[in-house]
């Protein structure tokens, strides 16, 4: 099966941006999703499709993907944005999925 | 209001079996693919199966094949994961969650877990 590699931490300064980014050679040919999950919540879908943003989720969050990496980029991050983050994408065979094993995001 | 709600979690002893079920409601239940997944104490999210609506495809996780059955009744709008043979590290909490079709203004498809309950926590031990 394949995998997925996240960062285990990212901190960022308020109003900064940073860039959270998953590795795997299923990323070549699926897509990323990126999803945010705060303690003792259920994950929220923040980007879907590499780079789409469902309704609701604030423009500061962005998508992009190159090769076998796709990355997640908050553009002025707020104290609320403090989260797990996780990526999931197809596995190679195309119908199981997998998530990397996620992103601590701290705000300072 | 679009809701999944999980149920049947609990204390199991290793070896044992238990049966989890997820109530979705306000939406088409029957038009979407439909996922466990979980995440064990102070760990990421693991996907664990799938199905397809009309229940004729299943996928899982290695680490589950063989133990754990996922099905559906439409007519109920519920969601199953039946756990046999539960062992330690299959402690966790367990989501279900839709897997939703998305298009992009090129009119590409992708689909993503977008609707998520709140989970239901599972604990193998003796």
């Known amino acids: 099966s394949s995998e997925l590699t996240q960062d285990p931490a990212v901190s960022v300064a308020l109003g900064q941006t940073v860039r959270i980014t998953c590795q795997g050679d299923?990323?070549?040919?699926?897509?990323a999703n990126w999803y945010q999950q705060k303690p003792g919540q259920a994950p929220v879908l923040v980007i879907y499709?590499?780079?789409n943003r469902p309704s609701g989720i604030p423009d500061r969050f962005s998508g992009s993907s190159s090769g076998n990496t796709a990355s997640l980029t908050i553009t002025g991050a707020q104290a609320e944005d403090e989260a797990d983050y996780y990526c999931?994408?197809?596995?190679?065979?195309?119908?199981?999925?997998?998530f990397g094993g996620g992103t601590k995001l701290t705000v300072l | 209001e679009v809701q999944l709600v999980e149920s049947g979690g609990g204390l199991v002893q290793p070896g044992g079996s238990l049966r989890l079920s997820c109530a979705a409601s306000?939406?088409?239940?029957?038009?979407?693919?439909m996922s466990w997944v979980r995440q064990a104490p102070g760990k990421g999210l693991e996907w664990v199966a799938t199905?397809?609506?009309?229940?004729?495809?299943?996928y899982y996780v290695d680490s589950v094949k063989g133990r754990f059955t996922i099905s559906r009744d439409n007519a109920k709008n519920s969601l199953y994961l039946q756990m046999n043979s539960l062992r330690a590290e299959d402690t966790a909490v367990f989501y279900c969650?839709?897997?939703?079709?998305?298009?992009?203004?090129?009119?590409?498809?992708?689909?993503?877990?977008?609707?998520w309950g709140q989970g239901t926590m599972v604990i193998v031990s003796s």
């Open positions: 199905i397809k609506q009309d229940g004729n495809e299943k």
């Open positions: 499709g590499q780079k």
């Open positions: 299923s990323l070549r040919s699926h897509y």
């Open positions: 306000g939406f088409t239940f029957s038009s979407y693919w």
């Open positions: 969650a839709t897997l939703g079709d998305y298009y992009d203004r090129s009119g590409y498809y992708y689909d993503a877990f977008d609707i």
């Open positions: 999931d994408s197809r596995d190679s065979s195309a119908k199981e999925r997998v």
